[in-house]
């Protein structure tokens, strides 16, 4: 089944401590990306992947890091989480960038204490 | 800066009837694409529809279509027989680069 997968799903954390979001999809597709989810504010862009060895940032990646060394996975890092970053988080995949259509993942929830 | 604005935080239907949710955007550009995703209360973010903005012809979508005003940069989705099932978070969205950039969303309830 074609699919984008998150793990986890949902997660507690405190301040400071590093915590790695993974994102898998099995599409073989080349644009991946990042976004958060916050009432209001709808879907904001953190950080989007062309490629392998591909990254640029979006509309609000400070305070995030991203890595693309395959394909298939695109883990989002918070380095030092802080209490502004707990949002609702989702992965997206799609054949390339524009038109084609972005498959989303679960989400991720994340509460930063 | 690139915007999509979506006015209507909250709209209701009732059952079998017609709604349309708005939304307009900025943008510089000549070419690009806009879309309509529907998040139901599961969260998983479906595309709805999507329309390539050198087409004159709104995109339809079996009981979803869109009308799209190029030169007021508004592009409107309308659901006609709306059914209990439609009832969900909508955005739309447009791309700019690689990037793309959503609105803030419209809730929409179906009242049976």
Redesign the interface.
């Known amino acids: 089944e074609a699919q984008v997968t998150q793990n986890p799903r949902y997660l507690i954390t405190v301040t400071g401590k590093k915590l790695t979001v993974t994102c898998s999809q099995n599409m073989n597709h080349e644009?991946m990306?990042w976004?958060r989810q916050d009432p209001?504010?709808?879907?904001?862009?953190i950080y989007?992947s062309?490629n392998v060895e591909v990254t640029?940032k979006?509309?609000v990646p400070e305070g995030y890091k991203v890595s693309r060394k395959e394909k298939r996975n695109f883990p989002l890092i918070l380095e030092s989480p802080s209490p502004n970053q707990t949002s609702?988080y989702?992965c997206?995949s799609s054949l390339s960038?524009?038109?084609y259509?972005?498959y989303?993942g679960?989400?991720t929830r994340l509460t930063v204490t | 800066a690139q915007t999509v604005t979506q006015s209507q935080p909250e709209m209701s239907v009732q059952e079998a009837e017609t709604v349309t949710l708005s939304c307009t955007y900025d943008t510089s550009e000549s070419d690009y694409y806009l879309f309509w995703y529907k998040q139901p209360p599961s969260r998983q973010m479906i595309l709805v529809i999507r329309q390539e903005a050198y087409k004159q012809q709104n995109a339809t979508e079996n009981r979803f279509s869109v009308n799209f005003q190029k030169a007021a940069k508004s592009f409107s989705l309308k659901i006609s027989d709306s059914q209990l099932g439609d009832a969900a978070m909508y955005f739309c969205a447009r791309d700019g680069g690689n990037q793309f950039y959503f609105g803030t969303g419209t809730s929409l309830t179906v009242i049976p």
């Open positions: 644009y990306s976004y209001g504010l709808g879907l904001r862009q989007y062309m640029d979006g509309d609702l989702f997206a960038s524009s038109p259509e972005q989303f679960p989400g």
